[in-house]
């Protein structure tokens, strides 16, 4: 039987405790703030950006390469009809899983993502207006040496324009994986 010498074990025990706990990643990034505006999936102009890609923050083609995490669309009673990557995918391509939930209150408000509650890679319509949480389980972005395996963010939509079906919306998105925080900055939180 292998035992253990007394003194390799004391020397264990003092490099833990000289190393001290361990503390989670900090937030590197600044949260993201943008009015990016896309275009109707259907019925709008050929080539237009359809998407919205939270890690930058921007409106991105809906295409083969899947750089959106989600796709817009107007309905005929003017509603917003959201996909996520993985509803516009055939299921033979591997998309990043995206979570919804409408979030009451005005959109300044929601200063700070929830964790639990948002359903994920499933179809979600919304009036003109409403707030919607978003978590992004992307492994790409949010590896083991990250604070968590998603970000989080919000959108709303603010406005339509019909004729060329533009859909206006406002974007905040904290790139840092396990953050919440929804307001300007760095993130603590």
């Given at each position: 039987m292998h035992?253990?010498?007394?003194t390799l074990v004391l020397i264990a025990a003092?490099?833990?405790?000289?190393?001290?706990?361990l503390k989670p990643p900090k937030a590197q990034f600044p949260t993201v703030s943008t009015d990016p505006v896309v275009f109707a999936l259907n019925g709008g102009p050929a080539g237009s950006l359809?998407?919205?890609?939270f890690l930058t923050g921007t409106s991105v083609p809906v295409d083969a390469r899947f750089t959106f995490n989600l796709a817009l669309d107007i309905d005929s009673a003017g509603r917003i009809v959201i996909y996520p990557a993985a509803r516009v995918a055939n299921g033979l391509t591997g998309t990043i899983t995206v979570g919804l939930q409408p979030v009451d209150g005005?959109?300044?408000d929601y200063t700070?993502?929830?964790?639990?509650?948002?359903?994920?890679?499933s179809t979600l319509v919304v009036p003109?207006?409403?707030?919607?949480?978003?978590?992004?389980?992307?492994?790409?972005?949010?590896?083991?040496?990250?604070?968590g395996a998603s970000?989080?963010?919000?959108f709303v939509v603010d406005s339509v324009h019909p004729g060329d079906r533009a859909i206006f919306t406002r974007l905040?998105?904290?790139?840092?994986?396990?953050?919440v925080a929804l307001t300007p900055g760095i993130p603590t939180k």
């Open positions: 035992r253990t010498s007394p003092a490099a833990v405790t000289a190393c001290g706990t359809a998407g919205l890609n005005a959109y300044e700070e993502a929830r964790k639990t509650g948002y359903t994920f890679d003109v207006g409403q707030v919607v949480g978003v978590n992004v389980l992307d492994q790409t972005t949010c590896t083991v040496y990250s604070l970000y989080f963010a919000k905040v998105s904290d790139p840092n994986c396990g953050y």
